[in-house]
């Protein structure tokens, strides 16, 4: 059974910083793309950033460039996302997810999210 557990999520102001992290279960982990998505309050779930199953190519929506950092760490089965300068916007659930296709297409597992909230 495959399950992904995301931790890191909280409160925090404007221009503040929080990491996010997802350990992965019951699959390879090391042989998977992982992405990080986000769903805001009315919206759909949108991409945040991806990272191939070696480390070696990143991804990432234009509205997070130069703020966030995915990494991973295959001997721990876990897959972080560093967020710096965060803003309102940025308020959302984020989930991660195993992608299937490896090409950023899924289909996907998804974990089960965490809460961000920026505001002062």
């Known amino acids: 059974q495959v399950q992904l557990v995301e931790s890191g999520g909280g409160l925090v102001q404007p221009g503040g910083s929080l990491r996010l992290s997802c350990v992965v279960s019951g699959r390879t982990f090391s042989r998977d793309r992982m992405d990080w998505f986000r769903r805001a309050p009315g919206q759909e779930r949108k991409f945040v950033s991806g990272i191939s199953w070696s480390g070696g190519s990143t991804y990432y929506a234009d509205s997070v460039k130069g703020r966030f950092t995915i990494s991973r760490d295959n001997a721990k089965n876990t897959v972080y996302l560093q967020m710096n300068n965060l803003k309102p916007e940025d308020t959302a659930v984020y989930y991660c997810?195993?992608?299937?296709?490896?090409?950023?297409?899924?289909?996907?597992?998804w974990g089960q999210g965490t809460q961000v909230t920026v505001a002062s």
């Open positions: 997810a195993v992608d299937l296709s490896s090409v950023g297409t899924g289909p996907y597992y």
